[in-house]
């Protein structure tokens, strides 16, 4: 059994046609949907890139990981993917972005254009202080129509060239893309034809009212100078955001003709997902870093050969993905993952002794408190450490426009659903003591880079912080 795993950047659960999206055009992602155990309610474990990513490659959710924030990437310490299974026999090949530190050591087989995380997002180290980002009016600004072939063209055909050099069956290629994540330089062919379909019409969600927001919300509005997308401005990144999704799907659908192409298919599991989401003016929200269904809900796909095809709707995470793999290789998972293998969901249609939730959480810039979210059946469970928590029922409430939280008092089974999801968040970690030791750590690491008492700097060149995992999880 080998294993291709390509890991997107910023792509939404809803944004895909077989999602329902009205906009989308995705025929490759849809084919593999098709042919997978799609997973219709997987969640980021921290919608933001290197959170996001550490999770995925160690299986650790990011309060274990203390890879808080875009500043503080993961450096290999806890074993992630490659170096266990480097251990058992199978090589990792990684091709594309990674976020991690470019310090580490992580076991890869090969490497190639890693995508390091090269210089901190001094953002996290201001959190309380209620700033705006900086710079963040050229993103607005950016989008538009590229020139050249871009990083994905050139990171797709390393991988189409990796794929037609003979291997010995048994190892895992992972493909990290960049595409869709902002600014959206994409194709004047494909701008050309996504502003025809998108229109004049926004969708009603990205216009006030904004019945959701709290004050943390409020303050990442702010961060991320969401009053700057006026109509306009949100209309062009919706032109380039969907364009640039199907700029991704032709990337994806070169993958799959290469893995049929040279008969893969037979014996290659393919895994498609996305660090997090893209908010895109939904709940006047921008970027990802939030709880909200565009940020947080990923795609999932998983396709292995000897198992049909079938939709599966259990709360899942991106956590679970490593312990997956080792189930699908036949190797134990590391004892320590937080996540679940999703095998058995695979095989059997149902697993009785996984958790039935998924877990996210932030602690990063733009938001003064920490933000955790428990997805349980219907519901969605947002707990902040500085506001009341948010409950929404996903399927009365898709657009998430109608917060529950207010009605428990008189409500006995929206207390009920309150009260377990409170207690599944505990279960798994404190959230106010995940808070202070997310901050802690933040401002140790604003003293140690010598920065000033206010925000006036981007980013930073030079050192780049290492986390300080739980002593338990260091191999």
Not at 36 to 61: K, L
Not at 91 to 97: E, N, Q, T
Not at 108 to 115: C, R, V
Request: glycine share 8%.
């Amino acid at each position: 059994m080998n294993i291709v795993t390509i890991i997107s950047d910023e792509h939404s659960y809803q944004a895909m046609a077989n999602a329902g999206n009205m906009y989308a055009e995705t025929p490759n992602l849809d084919r593999l949907a098709s042919m997978a155990q799609d997973f219709t309610a997987a969640y980021s474990s921290c919608p933001v890139c290197a959170p996001a990513r550490a999770s995925w490659f160690t299986g650790q959710y990011v309060c274990n990981l203390g890879t808080w924030d875009n500043s503080t990437p993961y450096d290999g310490r806890v074993y992630g993917m490659a170096s266990w299974l480097k251990e058992k026999g199978i090589p990792v090949h990684h091709i594309g972005k990674t976020h991690f530190h470019p310090d580490g050591d992580y076991g890869f087989a090969s490497l190639q254009s890693p995508g390091f995380l090269e210089s901190p997002d001094l953002g996290c180290y201001y959190r309380d202080d209620n700033v705006r980002r900086l710079g963040t009016e050229k993103r607005f600004q950016r989008i538009g129509i590229k020139t050249k072939p871009s990083h994905d063209d050139e990171l797709v055909e390393m991988a189409l060239k990796w794929l037609d050099e003979p291997h010995e069956d048994g190892w895992v290629l992972n493909i990290g893309l960049l595409d869709p994540h902002f600014p959206f330089y994409v194709t004047q062919e494909h701008w050309d034809h996504f502003a025809s379909v998108v229109g004049d019409k926004l969708p009603s969600g990205v216009l006030p009212p904004f019945t959701s927001l709290n004050g943390p919300l409020e303050s990442l509005r702010k961060y991320f100078a969401a009053e700057l997308a006026d109509e306009e401005i949100t209309r062009r990144a919706f032109i380039g955001y969907y364009a640039a999704i199907k700029e991704l799907d032709d990337h994806i659908g070169e993958i799959l003709g290469k893995l049929e192409e040279k008969g893969l298919l037979e014996n290659t599991a393919v895994i498609y997902t996305s660090d997090h989401g893209e908010q895109l003016g939904y709940h006047g929200m921008w970027w990802k870093c939030c709880m909200f269904e565009q940020s947080a809900h990923i795609p999932m796909m998983i396709y292995h050969p000897d198992i049909p095809a079938k939709k599966i709707s259990d709360s899942v995470s991106i956590a679970d993905l490593l312990p997956t793999m080792c189930g699908m290789l036949g190797v134990e998972a590391p004892s320590d993952c937080d996540g679940q293998s999703l095998y058995g969901l695979m095989r059997d249609g149902r697993d009785p002794g996984r958790r039935d939730y998924a877990f996210s959480e932030y602690n990063a810039h733009g938001l003064p408190g920490g933000m955790y979210m428990i997805r349980w059946g219907k519901y969605k469970y947002v707990f902040y450490t500085d506001a009341d928590p948010q409950l929404f029922d996903e399927e009365a409430d898709p657009a998430e426009d109608h917060d529950l939280f207010p009605l428990a008092s008189g409500d006995p089974e929206i207390a009920r659903v309150i009260s377990e999801c409170r207690n599944k968040l505990y279960s798994i970690c404190d959230p106010y003591e995940v808070n202070r030791r997310s901050k802690d750590f933040q401002a140790r690491m604003k003293k140690k880079l010598g920065l000033p008492d206010s925000y006036t700097l981007e980013r930073s060149v030079g050192y780049v912080p290492h986390p300080e995992y739980r002593k338990s999880l260091i191999h």
